[in-house]
């Protein structure tokens, strides 16, 4: 009992830590030491600090993280997203709020390249609201339609916070990869008929664009295609079996930045500034790994997610209830921290749960099914009141227009979300699909 008490008492000083804003990675670092020091003595985290860094990051799955990351580097850098939203405004932007679908589409787009919720939200965000304020949008339209936009960044493979999800749970990352592309395309389109029904309902909101000639069209979708090249040969040779993520993640990096080459855009200063911006965000990144290792360590010390796990499994509530209380979890988790802080530090707790419930599935197929929603609900987090950050981020761009205006914006797609997540859990098949296809 005593070392229950301590493993929950490091918890609430965790988060504790998160809300007077202590990065994430040095809040679970410190209580996980401190944990570990006070149920198992100094001598043992000395052991840990010795060979736990090099146990952590060895692991060759992760090293496709810096590849992508860095693939998303370059593309942001050498107006990737430009092209996207050109091309998508080319096709969808003479319809009544046809460049807000666009806007979603060169999110969709650019995600599937970058592989992360807040930059796809931040790089969008200053390509396309200029074009929807000039065309009149509405502020609560224009905004909420890029902050819920840009997590379609966290879904659409290749992702990263896919990748360390499929690293904790032990599943095959080209299956995650597969399981997550029905419903990342599915939430694409439940944003464009969320646009179309809210442009139906208000009109003024969401006017016509220009006209575009046919050639014109014909020329931005050309300028587009080495983009859908480069993602399909990436995510299809993963599909195929030609390449494992982590070739397949640096043979894209590659290509991207050939591409910026070729057009004049890949400077030296460029590429220096994406190495640079990779090696933080990888640095970020692995140190928050090593930080929820400690934490898992610790609270594993204590019989924490051991203790939820018992205190749910014998409450003798359905299993759907218990994945919706699960979710809920999630979503208020995503109101205080980002997606793969969320992802490592419920992960733990929640999945000694699931595999104690019968969903009428297989381990390895739960292990696919939660991932994929748990992500969705990571998305949903994203754009939650009173602190979703893909809020924060559009309105640091959109200065002049009310947060209220925007959290007014995402809620029509924060209620197509829940739609979405509705039908995924209803019917697993959605998700198990293509990963079944592929075996």
């Given at each position: 009992?005593?070392?229950?008490?301590?493993?929950?008492?490091?918890?609430?000083?965790?988060?504790?830590?998160?809300?007077?804003?202590?990065?994430?990675?040095?809040?679970m670092?410190?209580?996980?030491?401190?944990?570990?020091?006070?149920?198992?003595?100094p001598?043992?985290?000395?052991?840990?600090?010795?060979?736990?860094a090099?146990?952590?990051f060895?692991?060759?799955?992760?090293?496709?993280v810096?590849?992508?990351?860095?693939?998303?580097?370059?593309?942001?850098?050498?107006?990737?997203?430009?092209?996207l939203?050109?091309?998508?405004?080319?096709?969808?932007?003479?319809?009544?709020?046809?460049?807000?679908m666009?806007?979603?589409?060169?999110?969709?787009?650019?995600?599937?390249?970058?592989?992360?919720?807040?930059?796809?939200?931040?790089?969008?965000?200053?390509v396309?609201?200029?074009e929807?304020?000039?065309?009149?949008?509405?502020?609560?339209?224009?905004?909420?339609?890029?902050?819920?936009?840009?997590?379609?960044?966290?879904?659409?493979?290749?992702?990263?916070?896919?990748?360390?999800?499929?690293?904790?749970?032990?599943?095959?990352?080209?299956?995650?990869?597969?399981?997550?592309?029905?419903?990342?395309?599915?939430?694409?389109?439940?944003?464009?008929?969320?646009?179309?029904?809210?442009?139906?309902?208000?009109?003024?909101?969401?006017?016509?664009?220009?006209?575009?000639?046919?050639?014109?069209?014909?020329?931005?979708?050309?300028?587009?295609?080495?983009?859908?090249?480069?993602?399909?040969?990436?995510?299809?040779?993963?599909?195929?079996?030609?390449?494992?993520?982590?070739?397949?993640?640096?043979?894209?990096?590659?290509?991207?930045?050939?591409?910026?080459?070729?057009r004049?855009?890949?400077?030296?200063?460029?590429?220096?500034?994406?190495?640079?911006?990779?090696?933080?965000?990888?640095?970020?990144i692995?140190l928050?790994?090593?930080?929820?290792?400690?934490?898992?360590?610790?609270?594993?010390?204590?019989?924490?997610?051991?203790?939820?796990a018992d205190a749910?499994?014998?409450s003798?509530?359905?299993?759907?209830?218990?994945?919706?209380?699960?979710?809920?979890?999630?979503?208020?988790?995503?109101?205080?921290?980002?997606?793969?802080?969320?992802i490592?530090?419920?992960?733990?707790?929640?999945?000694?749960?699931?595999?104690g419930?019968?969903?009428?599935m297989?381990?390895?197929?739960?292990?696919?099914?939660?991932?994929?929603?748990?992500?969705?609900?990571?998305?949903?987090?994203?754009?939650?009141?009173?602190?979703?950050?893909?809020?924060?981020?559009?309105?640091?761009?959109?200065?002049?227009?009310?947060?209220?205006?925007?959290?007014k914006?995402?809620?029509?797609?924060?209620?197509?979300?829940?739609?979405?997540?509705?039908?995924?859990?209803?019917?697993?098949?959605?998700?198990?699909?293509?990963p079944?296809?592929?075996?």
């Amino acid at each position: 009992m005593d070392s229950l008490v301590i493993g929950f008492g490091g918890l609430g000083v965790m988060l504790l830590l998160i809300a007077i804003r202590v990065p994430i990675a040095y809040s679970m670092i410190v209580v996980g030491l401190g944990g570990i020091a006070l149920l198992s003595g100094p001598g043992i985290v000395m052991s840990q600090l010795k060979d736990l860094a090099y146990a952590q990051f060895s692991i060759y799955d992760l090293s496709v993280v810096p590849m992508f990351v860095l693939m998303g580097n370059f593309a942001t850098r050498i107006g990737l997203s430009r092209d996207l939203f050109a091309a998508a405004n080319a096709w969808l932007g003479q319809l009544r709020g046809g460049v807000a679908m666009a806007a979603i589409a060169a999110c969709a787009g650019f995600g599937a390249v970058c592989g992360s919720s807040l930059a796809t939200a931040s790089t969008m965000g200053q390509v396309a609201l200029p074009e929807l304020r000039r065309l009149k949008y509405s502020p609560a339209l224009a905004t909420g339609t890029v902050a819920a936009g840009g997590t379609l960044g966290i879904l659409i493979p290749p992702s990263v916070v896919l990748v360390v999800y499929a690293i904790i749970v032990e599943a095959n990352i080209v299956t995650m990869f597969a399981a997550a592309l029905i419903p990342g395309l599915l939430a694409v389109l439940l944003f464009m008929i969320t646009i179309a029904i809210y442009v139906t309902v208000w009109p003024e909101s969401g006017p016509a664009g220009a006209k575009i000639s046919g050639a014109e069209r014909r020329r931005l979708t050309i300028a587009v295609l080495p983009v859908l090249g480069v993602f399909s040969l990436v995510i299809g040779g993963i599909y195929v079996g030609a390449f494992n993520p982590t070739p397949a993640a640096a043979v894209g990096a590659f290509l991207v930045a050939l591409y910026g080459l070729a057009r004049g855009q890949m400077t030296v200063n460029v590429f220096i500034e994406a190495l640079l911006d990779t090696a933080k965000t990888t640095g970020m990144i692995y140190l928050i790994l090593l930080g929820a290792e400690l934490l898992k360590i610790f609270l594993a010390r204590g019989g924490v997610p051991q203790a939820a796990a018992d205190a749910m499994l014998s409450s003798g509530l359905p299993p759907y209830v218990i994945l919706g209380l699960l979710l809920i979890a999630l979503i208020i988790l995503g109101c205080l921290m980002d997606s793969l802080s969320m992802i490592l530090l419920a992960i733990p707790f929640f999945w000694p749960v699931l595999i104690g419930l019968d969903f009428g599935m297989d381990e390895e197929s739960l292990k696919i099914w939660f991932g994929v929603i748990a992500l969705i609900v990571v998305e949903l987090g994203l754009i939650t009141p009173p602190v979703g950050l893909n809020v924060f981020i559009i309105n640091a761009i959109a200065r002049d227009v009310p947060m209220s205006e925007t959290f007014k914006g995402v809620m029509p797609f924060f209620c197509s979300e829940i739609v979405r997540i509705v039908l995924l859990v209803s019917f697993p098949g959605i998700i198990l699909f293509l990963p079944r296809l592929l075996s």
